[in-house]
């Protein structure tokens, strides 16, 4: 026969196990750690004035959820995109602000749903060099520039993998180099990051967008499955806060005061 006072020690032992590891799992959720494109403006770009640091839309949108949470969140400058998701997909880093989702990124990433905002991902060529374009088809033959992991969507990406000729560059800057340099015809790349990289790089006039967009995706936070972050209750509470923040205009608002903000930070810097 188990005595009273056993049951009521493992009782006791049992709880206190249990508070424990819920006080530890709090405790290492205090603070999110979050990355994305550096390349991505108004979505994301890295802050001239620390250049560790990501801000933009997207990094002020995590920030508000986080507050909504009452945890803390650090948006960090990791290196180019492909080792920004590389981060993420070990869990050195708990989130990707801003991720296209697709079947093969689910086997890596949690995606919070809903999406916080679409972005267009469209066809980039010289000026001097367009070409007839109503679709995907007519870029067959020609040889185009992509970003190293990027997608575009899930049913463009496959059939870009078996029609066309992509070849992938670590950043968007080399693209459009690239493209500038007649080494390749044209570049898939968002349509807001590409206005403003081009802006950057003063080829505005040398470079135009073909319409229709190849696609139109939703952006997602994602987080790590090797997060010790990623736990259903804290997915749950970003989801439903995300659900809140985009039945308001909070998100569309964001990119609209980050392009006004990227665009005095370039006046800004081309100033003598």
């Not at 496959?158 to 044209?186: C, M």
Request: charged share 20%; proline share 7%; net charge negative.
């Amino acid at each position: 026969m188990i005595e009273p006072h056993f049951c009521q020690t493992l009782l006791l032992s049992l709880t206190w196990c249990l508070l424990s590891q819920g006080a530890l799992a709090v405790e290492a959720c205090a603070g999110l750690t979050a990355t994305g494109n550096p390349e991505y403006p108004p979505y994301l770009w890295r802050d001239p004035q620390d250049p560790q640091r990501l801000i933009g839309a997207n990094a002020d949108l995590l920030k508000h959820v986080a507050g909504e949470l009452g945890l803390d969140v650090e948006l960090k400058y990791v290196g180019p995109w492909g080792r920004a998701q590389e981060e993420v997909r070990t869990g050195r880093v708990d989130l990707l602000a801003g991720y296209f989702l697709t079947r093969a990124r689910q086997n890596e990433v949690d995606f919070i749903e809903p999406p916080f905002l679409y972005t267009p991902s469209v066809v980039w060529v010289r000026s001097d060099s367009a070409f007839p374009y109503k679709g995907w088809d007519d870029l067959r033959g020609l040889k185009g520039g992509v970003l190293v992991n990027n997608s575009h969507g899930e049913q463009f990406d496959e059939f870009a993998r078996t029609n066309l000729n992509l070849e992938a560059v670590p950043g968007a800057k080399q693209a459009f180099e690239k493209l500038l340099h007649k080494r390749s015809d044209y570049v898939i790349f968002e349509q807001f990051p590409g206005m403003a990289l081009a802006r950057v790089l003063n080829v505005d006039q040398q470079v135009q967008v073909l319409e229709p967009p190849v696609s139109s995706e939703g952006l997602y936070l994602a987080m790590s499955h090797d997060s010790p972050c990623n736990r259903p209750q804290l997915r749950e509470r970003l989801a439903a806060k995300m659900k809140q923040i985009v039945s308001s205009d909070l998100p569309e608002r964001l990119v609209a005061r980050n392009l006004e903000l990227w665009r005095q930070q370039q006046e800004g810097a081309a100033a003598p």
